[in-house]
């Protein structure tokens, strides 16, 4: 089996053990409740956006497509779903997130 | 037309920006207009559960089953799904690895349990409908102004202390213990059992509404996907990619599939967790 530039197997299971432990952090923390509601909501949000991460860079490949590539794919995200939910969340009612 | 065409001229869709081939950067692009629509859906569901956080129901009260176990199990079953999801989308880059090396019979074997995967997911998420849709033995009682009361039997311990009567509980923990209070309140009350688009035994109807639309969506994007897989599937077994010399359609599957495990860490979180 000949490895490729996008690394091998390897990489691709120690992905799924990052996915894994924190998939289990996030559950544990849903279930034990160690910190106030406010700590543990941001936590979740970060984690997640790692998770995202991950999948994304390793799964999806973007981290081998040229860098042209990748921007055309993280400007619109970055700069519409923020938009996006910036209108939504403040613009819609007098809700502070 | 695709990779082959890459020698031809511009004007005839030579060429590959950006080094990606026209199926790959298209899929690239209807899955980010896909992200756009799932912003929306989260971000109103996130919207409707902080305007009516006293009254919202908390995911981790109305999901508690869990095949083969007794009793309240928050988040365990989810949980599961989740594990489920990764797990195929683990299979599915397994797949596409196999695929650059052009090694069928690994690919074959890859899309298969990505395909299974996918059908357990599937499935799984029939069995929490089900149960949503179902409800709880005792349900709950709708008042006259379409508030949710949940009715405490006699004798149990509310706030360290027991009453000889039902008592009832608004919301999560707004219990009402006088007897004239109750009595006003149970006048013109309707018993309401399980979930769906107008009754929600749980709190507000529109949790119910918006868990079956996003559900659903994401489940409908599933079993898309479980539908293309297959396709490949059987088109890796007739040797279909061997003979094209190479296998940039389960790339382009896969990529599909990556992001329905990707939105499904995103309602993980805002819908079972947040």
Same mark, same amino acid.
């Given at each position: ?14 992905? #799924?053990?990052?996915? @894994?432990? @924190? ?64 209108? *939504? ?9 | 037309? =695709? ?10 869709? =030579? ?20 992200? @756009? ?165 749980? =709190? ?40 094209? =010399? ?15 495990? *990707? ?7 805002? #819908?079972?967790?947040?």
């Amino acid at each position: 089996m000949s490895h490729d530039k996008h690394g091998g197997t390897k990489q691709i299971w120690l992905v #799924f053990w990052i996915l @894994l432990a @924190l998939t289990t952090v996030e559950v544990a923390l849903g279930i034990y409740k160690p910190v106030s509601y406010e700590i543990l909501k941001w936590t979740f949000i970060i984690l997640t956006l790692v998770k995202a991460y991950y999948i994304v860079a390793y799964f999806m490949h973007v981290k081998h497509e040229t860098k042209g590539f990748t921007w055309t794919l993280a400007l619109p995200t970055f700069i519409l779903i923020p938009y996006l939910l910036f209108i *939504l969340l403040t613009e819609a009612s007098d809700l502070i997130l | 037309m =695709g990779v082959e065409s890459t020698t031809e001229s511009v004007w005839r869709g =030579g060429v590959k920006p950006f080094k990606a081939s026209y199926g790959k950067m298209m899929m690239w692009f209807f899955l980010l207009t896909d992200a @756009l629509t799932f912003s929306g859906f989260l971000g109103a569901y996130g919207f409707s559960r902080f305007k009516y956080a006293e009254t919202w129901p908390l995911a981790e009260n109305v999901f508690t089953h869990f095949p083969g176990i007794h009793g309240d199990q928050p988040l365990l079953y989810v949980a599961l799904m989740t594990f489920i999801l990764i797990m195929s989308s683990v299979t599915m880059v397994l797949a596409v690895h196999h695929g650059k090396n052009m090694d069928t019979k690994k690919v074959a074997w890859w899309m298969g349990f990505t395909v299974l995967g996918g059908i357990i997911f599937l499935g799984s998420q029939a069995w929490e409908w089900m149960h949503f849709i179902h409800g709880t033995a005792e349900g709950a009682l709708q008042l006259a102004d379409g508030s949710i009361a949940k009715v405490i039997a006699a004798g149990t311990e509310v706030m360290g202390q027991k009453y000889n009567f039902d008592v009832l509980r608004l919301g999560t923990e707004k219990f009402i213990t006088d007897p004239t209070t109750i009595a006003t309140l149970s006048t013109g009350a309707e018993h309401v059992y399980g979930a769906n688009m107008l009754v929600n035994e749980y =709190g507000l109807p529109q949790f119910a509404n918006f868990f079956f639309f996003i559900t659903g969506f994401h489940g409908f994007h599933v079993f898309t996907g479980v539908l293309l897989n297959t396709i490949v599937f059987i088109n890796v077994l007739f040797g279909t990619y061997e003979k094209r =010399g190479h296998y940039e359609m389960v790339e382009k599957v896969g990529l599909y599939w990556h992001f329905v495990d *990707l939105v499904w860490v995103f309602v993980f979180t805002f #819908f079972y967790l947040v």
